[in-house]
């Protein structure tokens, strides 16, 4: 079993939807969690940085973490046609080795 | 442009020979990553350096991987005798320190024949 699961996807939503991204991970030690966009052929985009739990907004981002259910999620609202990309989900524990844990990515088409 | 840079972004190589990729990293960013990135895969950790001093190895760095952060400023990672499961997609990630966030280039394709 992985560390960190992610459902592959493919989401296809229609233009102006709000998507739903999660993972769900097993370490407990896991205190740092991040969400990356990437582009096809592109490096990852950090979009969300969050520590511990609780939510964060940026804009049109928000990000969820649930500790106690080992649960983390990414909305995004009105969804436009240029959120279509694979959305990877990352974390790390305490420990000054900043290894992240990466999922395995959704993908997501944002239909005009 | 001050993200981090990597060259080459393309490499296309003849299985056992020797390939050699560097990474700029952000400027005044202590702390420089390497991972890899198969197809359908998230990134995985290969290994880190503290400015010049390389800290950790993951188990998927084998004897044929190097890397080297002289004067810890820029990375090379080097792989010799290159094997056709070597065919990934290298990125290279910086961050100030071991609290904040890691920013990632735009990474080196690499298709060995």
């Not at chain 1, 960190?4 to 102006?16: H, I, K, M, N, Y």
């Not at chain 2, 299985?15 to 990293?25: E, I, L, M, S, Y």
């Amino acid at each position: 079993q992985k560390e960190v699961e992610q459902d592959p996807g493919p989401l296809s939503v229609p233009e102006g939807a709000i998507v739903s991204l999660n993972c769900t991970y097993s370490n407990s030690a896991f205190q740092y969690f991040m969400w990356y966009r990437q582009y096809s052929r592109k490096g990852p985009e950090l979009l969300m940085y969050t520590y511990s739990s609780g939510n964060k907004e940026d804009g049109r981002f928000t990000a969820q973490v649930d500790k106690s259910s080992k649960y983390i999620s990414l909305f995004i609202r009105d969804s436009q046609p240029s959120d279509s990309a694979t959305y990877l989900c990352a974390m790390r524990g305490r420990d000054s080795s900043y290894k992240l844990i990466f999922g395995s990515g959704t993908r997501l088409l944002v239909r005009p | 442009d001050t993200g981090v840079s990597q060259n080459p972004r393309h490499k296309i190589t003849k299985r056992g020979q020797n390939v050699t990729f560097r990474c700029d990293p952000i400027s005044e960013h202590n702390r420089l990553y390497w991972y890899r990135q198969t197809l359908g895969q998230g990134p995985e950790f290969l290994t880190y350096f503290q400015n010049e001093a390389q800290l950790e190895k993951s188990r998927l760095l084998s004897d044929r991987f190097s890397a080297e952060r002289p004067k810890g400023s820029f990375s090379t990672l080097e792989i010799q005798r290159t094997e056709q499961g070597d065919s990934a997609m290298y990125l290279c990630a910086s961050s100030f320190d071991s609290n904040t966030e890691a920013f990632f280039g735009q990474g080196t394709r690499l298709t060995v024949v």
